[in-house]
């Protein structure tokens, strides 16, 4: 109620009550419906800064006043009590809550800072006698500079995981190289000192070739006769009829 000589006082009524007044006494009408509010810093103030970065956040705030201290709130604030008290306190409560974070923390943790910004809003508001049914961040975002210096961190990671690769693949490379000769060259010894201790590896390995060939030309529509040299049959012939004709010789 708003009395002239004294201002506004109590007994408060509630909506669908009828009630004589004197004329000296008119009734003041006070919503005590939610009231939905889009906050953030830099509406206001500078955003915070953290980490050298600025960083900009955004409240959604679904606010009431509270019922009992409706006189209060009207006597001290006025009708438009949110608009003179939650941007500034929003601002206070924003920049006491961010600077516990720093920048990934923010990112990464962002439930946690949202829930401790609505505890600790919530507990500021009640000093105003108003309730906050919702408090939670609609938008987070960095500025210009913090977000080009992580897209460049990332390309700048990418790189060196590339070039890592690119140094453990010719290692490995280097490593095939090294086995696949040494494997070479063992196989070379091996038959080597297999056609010394058994002449038959030799003919087999005859027989093998020329197997392999007379597949291979088996498929062709040409018909063709090979003699033996061409099936290389012959190999290894050839040093001993030299040997044996310079003995003949001598």
Same mark, same amino acid.
């Given at each position: 109620?708003?009395?002239?000589?004294?201002?506004?006082?109590?007994?408060?009524?509630?909506?669908?009550?009828?009630?004589?007044?004197?004329?000296?006494?008119?009734?003041?009408?006070? +919503?005590?419906?939610?009231?939905?509010?889009?906050?953030?810093?830099?509406?206001? #103030?500078?955003?915070?800064?953290?980490?050298?970065?600025?960083?900009?956040?955004?409240?959604?705030?679904?606010?009431?006043?509270?019922?009992?201290?409706?006189?209060?709130?009207?006597?001290?604030?006025?009708?438009?009590?949110?608009?003179?008290?939650?941007?500034?306190?929003?601002?206070?409560?924003?920049?006491?809550?961010?600077?516990?974070?720093?920048?990934?923390?923010?990112?990464?943790?962002?439930?946690?800072?949202?829930?401790?910004?609505?505890?600790?809003? #919530?507990? #500021?508001?009640?000093?105003?006698?108003?309730?906050?049914?919702?408090?939670?961040?609609?938008?987070?975002?960095?500025?210009?500079?913090?977000?080009?210096?992580?897209?460049?961190?990332?390309?700048?990671?990418?790189?060196?995981?590339?070039?890592?690769?690119?140094? +453990?693949?010719?290692?490995?490379?280097?490593?095939?190289?090294?086995?696949?000769?040494?494997?070479?060259?063992?196989?070379?010894?091996?038959?080597?000192?297999?056609?010394?201790?058994?002449?038959?590896?030799?003919?087999?390995?005859?027989?093998?070739?020329?197997?392999?060939?007379?597949?291979?030309?088996?498929?062709?529509?040409?018909?063709?006769?090979?003699?033996?040299?061409?099936?290389?049959?012959?190999?290894?012939?050839?040093?001993?009829?030299?040997?044996?004709?310079?003995?003949?010789?001598?």
């Amino acid at each position: 109620m708003f009395g002239r000589s004294r201002g506004t006082f109590s007994p408060l009524l509630e909506a669908e009550v009828c009630s004589i007044m004197i004329q000296v006494t008119r009734g003041c009408v006070g +919503e005590v419906m939610s009231r939905r509010a889009l906050l953030t810093d830099a509406n206001h #103030r500078s955003p915070c800064k953290i980490d050298l970065q600025m960083v900009q956040i955004t409240l959604r705030v679904l606010s009431r006043p509270n019922p009992t201290a409706l006189p209060t709130i009207y006597r001290t604030l006025g009708p438009d009590w949110d608009e003179r008290v939650l941007p500034s306190i929003v601002n206070e409560v924003l920049k006491s809550v961010v600077a516990q974070f720093n920048a990934s923390q923010l990112i990464t943790q962002r439930e946690q800072v949202s829930r401790l910004i609505s505890r600790n809003l #919530r507990e #500021r508001a009640m000093d105003f006698n108003i309730l906050l049914d919702d408090v939670s961040i609609t938008h987070l975002a960095f500025g210009k500079e913090y977000t080009a210096a992580v897209e460049a961190k990332q390309v700048a990671q990418q790189e060196a995981e590339r070039a890592r690769f690119l140094v +453990e693949k010719a290692l490995q490379d280097k490593k095939s190289i090294i086995i696949r000769a040494q494997g070479e060259a063992k196989s070379a010894e091996m038959i080597g000192e297999a056609m010394r201790n058994n002449p038959g590896f030799i003919q087999l390995r005859r027989i093998e070739a020329a197997r392999e060939i007379a597949g291979t030309l088996s498929g062709s529509s040409n018909r063709m006769f090979l003699d033996a040299s061409s099936l290389q049959l012959n190999l290894g012939e050839v040093k001993g009829d030299e040997t044996h004709a310079g003995t003949n010789n001598s």
